[in-house]
């Protein structure tokens, strides 16, 4: 029998990066065809859940720079499935009026989302897709949330890289600039392929999934962030921003296969 939080008519058969997470970072919400893509590529390259774990902390850290910087509304993009320390359970235990909208493309991120946030006033969960930016700021429940006439801080943590070259993933961090007032921010986590041989064969198997991932170069991750005013340290190995305690910062920062950052439009 399946679990009650199963969305009808998902094919349950197909790997979605959503679970995958979910199942690196320890999480009960994905299916057989995750697990086992999700052991594949871990045998192949073992870092995976470190950097899902370094990814999350890279997160973690975001949000409260953001709030101590006096950011009061997110729209996380590409939010996945809730686990612990969620981005409103960050920012609303700073500031218990922080507002957050939470977007993603798969259907068990969204309605679990939903579920634990039914009594939540200042924070939704939506189904959007990241490649239609402009849907996204018209939906009714985000534009109900999000005063986009105050600054807004914009997550895109491990997603962009689900985003192909021809949906060109530039136009769509400007089109979302463009749109946000200055003093507004963007935090982002992107894998890179610099480990070229674990680069390859990441991409190879997230074909299999619903969203097949597209690694960049470390100019084309910096280069997302045109009109942003990069904030210290720029952008560096997710591990290596901002750390909190000593014991944040691995022997091999590398390892986590991300780049982080987070920038503020001027
Ligand atoms: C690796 S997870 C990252 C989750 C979360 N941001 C974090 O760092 O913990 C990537 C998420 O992006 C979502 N995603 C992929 N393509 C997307 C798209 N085009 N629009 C919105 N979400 C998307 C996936 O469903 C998945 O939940």
Same mark, same amino acid.
């Given at each position: ?54 990814? =999350?902390?890279?997160?973690? %850290?975001?949000?409260?720079? +953001?709030? /101590? !910087?006096? #950011?009061?509304?997110? @729209? *996380? &993009? ?48 939506? =189904?959007?897709?990241?490649? %239609?930016?402009?849907?996204? +700021?018209? /939906? !009714?429940? #985000?534009?109900?949330? @999000? *005063? &986009? ?118």
């Amino acid at each position: 029998m399946q679990p009650d939080w199963v969305p009808d008519g998902l094919d349950i058969d197909r790997p979605s990066v959503a679970r995958i997470y979910d199942y690196l970072l320890g999480g009960s919400h994905n299916f057989a065809a995750d697990r086992a893509l999700a052991r594949q590529a871990i045998e192949a390259i073992p870092d995976l859940p470190v950097q899902a774990a370094t990814n =999350r902390a890279f997160m973690h %850290r975001a949000v409260r720079f +953001l709030v /101590d !910087a006096g #950011v009061t509304q997110f @729209l *996380d &993009l590409g939010s996945g499935i809730p686990t612990l320390g969620n981005v409103h359970e960050i920012a609303q235990a700073a500031d218990p009026q922080a507002r957050v909208a939470y977007v993603d493309i798969d259907d068990v991120a969204v309605i679990h989302s939903q579920h634990l946030l039914a009594d939540n006033p200042n924070a939704i969960a939506v =189904r959007g897709d990241l490649r %239609r930016p402009a849907e996204i +700021l018209a /939906d !009714a429940e #985000v534009s109900g949330l @999000l *005063d &986009l006439s105050r600054p807004v801080a914009v997550l895109a943590i491990a997603v962009l890289h689900a985003i192909s070259d021809d949906d060109d993933p530039a136009g769509i961090i400007a089109a979302l600039r463009d749109a946000l007032r200055p003093g507004s921010y963007l935090a982002m986590a992107h894998g890179v392929n610099t480990r070229v041989e674990d680069a390859d064969l990441v991409v190879d198997l997230s074909k299999r999934t619903t969203t097949p991932m597209t690694l960049r170069t470390p100019e084309q991750v910096q280069r997302l962030f045109d009109g942003f005013d990069l904030v210290d340290p720029g952008l560096v190995w997710a591990p290596l921003w901002r750390p909190e305690s000593p014991h944040e910062v691995p022997d091999r920062p590398e390892r986590s296969g991300n780049l982080a950052g987070v920038g503020r439009k001027p």
